[in-house]
């Protein structure tokens, strides 16, 4: 639990020395982008934002910090199941979990999302504080 | 309209026709044609029977004239034989005297061996004496040109004692010695062979003539009797010198008369007898024959002509009746037909003709036949019934008490039966259909394939109407979260305006699908195609990007309005764009890094007369294969796997493009499919239309439903 960081906006710029985010969100859309990281900040956790799945490759492989992969699965250049297969693949030893958020709340899409390897998956508009509470529990688990 | 015409011609040239015609030639020839033979036979004979005639008349005259001479030819001979050249006037005149002499005898007298008169039977011998001896008859015996005992027939002469007009019959007459001692002469009138030639005569022109050998006519007997005339010349006379007798065609020397005639020459006398019957004689006996022969053969051939046409009438009745009988027959199984068809259920057979309609058959339950007559009876209708020549399909809005009925009908136009009975009369027979309840089911059809693409687009709407909302939740929990830490007004408000910019993004989405999920409105109006294709865009664009697909517009400058239902054409785009999207998706799954494209073009169709604008949907997913290419717009066709499509989206697209005057195609182009529709532009019509024709050929992709 790391409240301290709430106070500042910060969180949301994706700067690789920010050693302190362990969590990385993929989202195509930055209104929304934007809301999810303040509001888990006034919730106390830190976290590192991207707008596409290739930026997200790039966040991962230079911030050896991030532990947690928290993606929407409809995204313009790759859709949410394919980049975590990508990412699991590429960085077999960074041992990533993953959280996948959707707004399509279609059925197949989320089991194949759990199959791939995610930890839970949310429909949006998402249970936010339920989020929290995986994140947290992600964030509190071993890296 | 060349087809009656030809059809006249045809009929003109029928066997029937033909068979008249060999009749008529026939029956006209065969008389004709015998009419010449026989007259032609008859003038030849009759040529035959004049020259005949002329040589039997020829031959009993020759054998008259020679009976008629050989007598006083004896007569002469005797009185030769008895001559005593001693004798006085007085004895010689009294030896003359004890023959008794026929009538046509007009002198017998004596003359010396000078050619001094020394008695003639007519006066006792007086001292005067008559001079002969420059005369012919008298200078032949002279200068012994005639045998000793011959007979000489002078030329006709005027008697110098008798004054009358007399050939001389002349012997030589002997002395004691033999020698030439006188003439004895026998004047015979020429008038008794004239008169008896005459009687001979059976015509004006018929030629009776008595030639001597020297060329001189000693009597003849034509239209004037005449004597005397020279004709030793004549080419004629010299060929019937040649032979003893001989038939010929000559024009006399005389009198110019072209004629048929026989000469003989006498064994005895230094005689030639010719016999003429004029050419235009035998011609004119001929005439009657042959006036005779082409009245008989006219006559005939009328009669023959009057006994074809009535044979031929015969015949056309009874085939007419025959094929009236044949024509009623099929009149009453096209009538049960009619009837039969006129028992399916919303449709009517209607029997139009100059009267009006009358219906055939079952009467149709419900308002058709009295609305569909009411429509047959309009002068339009008629109008476009009297230029039929062929069948043509006609859709047509027939206005009812309750709602306008829709009828499809093929209207068929009845070839006049009896051609007789007045060509310019026309009758149609209309099949109508009511097209009300199927333009139901269509708009049935519709729904439910607005429906399926309504969830389609339903994810995605989801999507697009959950992100605002995602945001919006979001945006209102951290403006709660700030005002319960004191963030101050700021953040207040900068969350407030994220909240209203949302909800005015999700206003935008839903304000479409409330134009989407209306029930269509049958009112078509000018619409910009550019207007179509961004509502499409707004239900389909933002779902696209998500797949990672690029859709581009472009719109022609200055493009007119086309008459549509906006939010039907959009169904069609939606629906052709959709489809593009799912061929990419596939063929995604072959190439994982396709840049997916679909292109919209709007632009004016140059290829008519610029009265409709074409909208492209192109896409870059290969085409569609060529063997389904033709299937693609039949109901229930799909290549998308089970539960993916209906099946239904381009049969729809193609009715309601179909509705609105319009067509779709679909080709291969360089990348993959270019779905083009075809609309009319505004300006290329007045209004609603009301009626159309379209050609009774109707695409097979019809919506079967």
Known sequence: MRTEGAQTLGARRSFPEDAMSRLLIVDDEPEYLDELVEALAFGGIESTSVRSAAAAIDAVRNDPEIAIVLTDLRMPDMDGVSL???????????????????????EADMASAMAAGAV??????LAFDALQTTIEKLEGAPA | MNKPKESRMARLINPVTLLFAALVLLVGGLPLASAVTLYTLYSQTQRHEAEAGAHRTATLLLESFEQTIGPIDSLLRNFASNYNSTWNADQTYNALKEYSLPPTIVQFAVADKTGMMVASNLAPPQGDKVDLSDREHIQVHMKKNVGQGDLFISKPILGRVSKNWTIQLTHAL?????????????????????????RLRVDEDMLVSLVGLDGVVRARAGEKTSFGDDISKSETFQKAMLKKESAYEFNSPIDGIARIAYSIRSDRYPILVVVGYSVNYVRAKTAAFRNAIWGTALGLAVALLIVGLLTVRYFGTLKRLETQEMEARARQREASVLEAISRVPGVSVMHLTEEGPSEIGVSAEGPLPAALENYLGTESFKALAGKLTEPVVRQAHLPNADRDLEVEMVVVPLRAMEAAS????????????????????????????????????????????NQPLGVIRLAASNALIGMKKGMGPAHLALKLDRIIQQTVRMTGIIDHMRIFGRKSDERVQPCKPSDAVEGAMQVVGAHFRLDNIGVDTRYESGLPEVICRQNQLEQVLINLMQNARDAIQEKRKRQPDLRGHIQVDAEVDRTGAGHFVKIKVSDNAGGIPPEVLDRIFQPFFTTKPPGKGTGLGLSVSFGIIREHGGDIKVENGPEGAIFTIRLPASDARSGTAVATTTPSAVPSVLPAA
Do not use: W
């Not at chain 2, 002997?174 to 005459?198: L, R």
């Not at chain 2, 394939?449 to 389609?456: C, H, I, R």
């Open chain 1, 84 to 106: 975590i297969t990508h990412l699991k693949k590429t960085f077999p030893a960074r041992n990533l979990a993953f959280v996948v958020m959707t707004g399509h709340a279609a």
């Open chain 1, 120 to 125: 839970r998956c949310f429909p949006k508009p």
């Open chain 2, 174 to 198: 002997p002395d004691a010695e033999g020698n030439f001692a006188g003439v004895v002469i026998m004047s015979y009138a020429i008038s008794d062979f004239i008169d008896f030639y005459k």
């Open chain 2, 422 to 465: 007045g060509a310019a009369q026309k009758e149609v027979v209309v099949f109508a259909v009511d097209q009300t309840l199927r333009r139901m089911e269509e708009q049935k059809l519709y729904q439910i394939s607005k429906l399926a693409s309504l969830g389609e687009v339903a994810t995605g709407l989801a999507h697009e109407i």
